[in-house]
């Protein structure tokens, strides 16, 4: 199996770098190949934007789509989101390590998705969700948070995982990804929320890492989050189970 990761945190000494790094070993050590794209430390640059199509379609009026559909089709993307996309189709599962800041991931890896996510490359009006692209493929979500377990769910002061993490796993799902349960890394900064001590803290973090380790061992057997499809849809989008 091919893994790629995508790594969207600042900091390689942190927490989500340790993550990344037991992923690429515990999944090496099992005979997979790996790859990583580090969007902070490659300086991947997330805001869409007219400078990033020399080679425009309009150059009266900027419509990303408009021109994301012209450099797909005349070969002129940039550089980056070609290898980001190449990564991708030689990947079977994929891997977004994140922190989970402001209730949703950092803006460099929703800019990720703004700008590799190529409309008339990737996607079209009938290249979607159970018919999209990388279907076959598997993805997962890794996020790590400050506050602990205890905090989160619904109502919850934390905020709710389904929730919170649902626009990612339905842009996902939108490209054909078959989605597995997310791996949350609860209170990664524990000591200043639970009032743990350093040694607690640490021993608690290294088995949250043996934990992860042994969740990417056991993923061939995750059974991947149930979103709707193209059979649950009337013409105009509406869900059937809703129209009686």
């Known amino acids: 199996m091919h893994v790629h990761i995508i790594h969207a ?3 390689p000494s942190s927490y989500n770098g340790a993550l990344t790094k037991a ?10 190949t790996v790859t990583i794209s580090d969007l902070y430390q490659s300086g991947f640059d997330p805001v869409e934007k007219p400078a990033n199509y020399p080679d425009r379609a309009d150059m009266a009026h900027f419509a990303a789509l408009n021109e994301q559909r012209h450099a797909w089709q005349n070969g002129t993307l940039p550089g980056v989101i070609e290898t980001e996309i190449a990564n991708l189709e030689q990947a079977d599962l ?5 922190p989970l800041w402001w209730h949703g991931p950092p ?13 008339g490359g990737l996607y079209s009006s009938s290249k979607r969700y159970d018919s999209g692209h990388f279907r076959g493929k598997r993805a997962v979500l890794s996020v790590t ?20 993490l649902w626009p990612l796993q339905y842009s996902l799902h939108y490209m054909g990804f078959s989605v597995l349960p997310p791996f949350i890394s609860f209170g990664v900064q524990g000591h200043g929320y639970c009032y ?10 290294a088995q949250n890492l043996d934990e992860w380790r042994c969740h990417l061992g056991d993923i061939g057997r995750a059974e991947p989050l149930v ?3 193209w059979h649950d849809w009337d013409e105009d989008g509406c869900a059937l189970d809703l129209k009686g």
């Open 9 to 11: 945190h600042p900091e």
């Open 196 to 205: 743990e001590g350093a040694d607690s803290l640490k021993k608690r973090l």
């Open 145 to 164: 948070t400050g506050a602990p377990r205890q905090a989160f769910g619904p109502g919850s002061r934390g905020g709710d995982f389904d929730t919170m």
């Open 227 to 229: 979103f709707p499809g």
């Open 23 to 32: 992923a690429q070993q515990a999944l090496q050590q099992r005979g997979d």
């Open 107 to 119: 803006a460099i890896l929703k800019g990720w998705f703004d700008r590799v996510f190529v409309s």
């Open 94 to 98: 994929v891997v977004l390590q994140f």
